[in-house]
């Protein structure tokens, strides 16, 4: 099962993704971004932007925690939100309380050794299981995570308008015993900080494909089987636990860092689709406005059992997304609660098929 998820999202005055700070002075991460003008030229824009990092940090926290409330395991570092993903045998034997397997000098003892390797890790904890990990010693075990996300940067009819700017700060602390005032002082009774901040409507992205959760991807061997001494019922339980966080994750939004004093002046979705299939089936991308109206089109020539979810405040698009191919709703809340609800049909009508 499938779920793809493209939106527009409005963050005023944010500071979501800091990059670096230079002395006194903290930047905001910014991309080039090319773009066709209808004269044919091409213009570059320089504009502030989220990773995809930052994305996935702030979804896997939602992650840990839905796991937990399943009743699954999740590692120490990882329910602390410091995603180390068993990457060294140290890592390891924390996460699974035993020391890695030793690859042999014949291909197939280092296969028997990836495969205890990779599902050792998963029995010990989900959000390595859902977010992939990568074991960089002897044997190399990869698992590629079952959530895709990119960077986010304004639509495109925005770019020439957005804009970042330096906001003057001060610590004081003058008056006080911890500021020397002598004439030889060393320390400052005053600090004065810049930190860069923007406003754009941001284009979103997001795919989970629950396909392989719980299961082996490394060896082709095993390839697609549940993962020993796991249940039907385990498997259930982490694709359940992905899709609640997603759920939360869209409707409360809490990306970036330095919320506690650069809470965005406004985060809604200005449009947002999500489409639930039962095979690999991506809503295009949202940077242009036509988005919601290229998934109607796609979906009319390619469907797995395709439904798409969607929401836009623009009342032509609203008439563009109307018909039986594409559900509309009247917020964005009901949008996601709904396609949410659908995935997690289909997870059950599945499980119920195998029985």
Known sequence: MYVSVRGRVWLEVEAANMVESVGNYVKHRRVPVVVKEKDGNFMTFFV?????ESVAHSYQLILAEALKKKGQKVCKYCEKGIFLKSTNKEIYKEVTGNDPPKSGKKGSESV?????????????????DVGGFLFAENPNVKRTSAFSTGYMIPVKESLSVTSIDPQLHSRYALGTKFVNMGEESSSSGQMIYYVEVSSAMFSFSFDIDTKFIGKYTFSVDNYGKVIKDMSENDVKSRIEASLEALKRFLLEFPVGAKRTRFNPSD????????????????????????Y???????????SYETEIHAYSENTETKEEVSPNEMKSYDSAEEAIVSAIENAEKRVSAIENAKK
């Open 267 to 290: 985060v809604s979705w200005d449009s947002i689709g999500i489409a639930v299939s039962n095979e690999v089936w991506t809503m295009p991308s949202s940077f242009t406005e036509d």
């Open 292 to 302: 919601l109206k290229r998934a109607r089109i796609k979906r009319e020539k390619v």
């Open 48 to 52: 502030p932007s989220i990773s995809g």
């Open 112 to 128: 028997q050794a990836a495969n205890e390797i990779e599902e050792n890790i998963i029995k010990s904890c989900g959000v390595e």
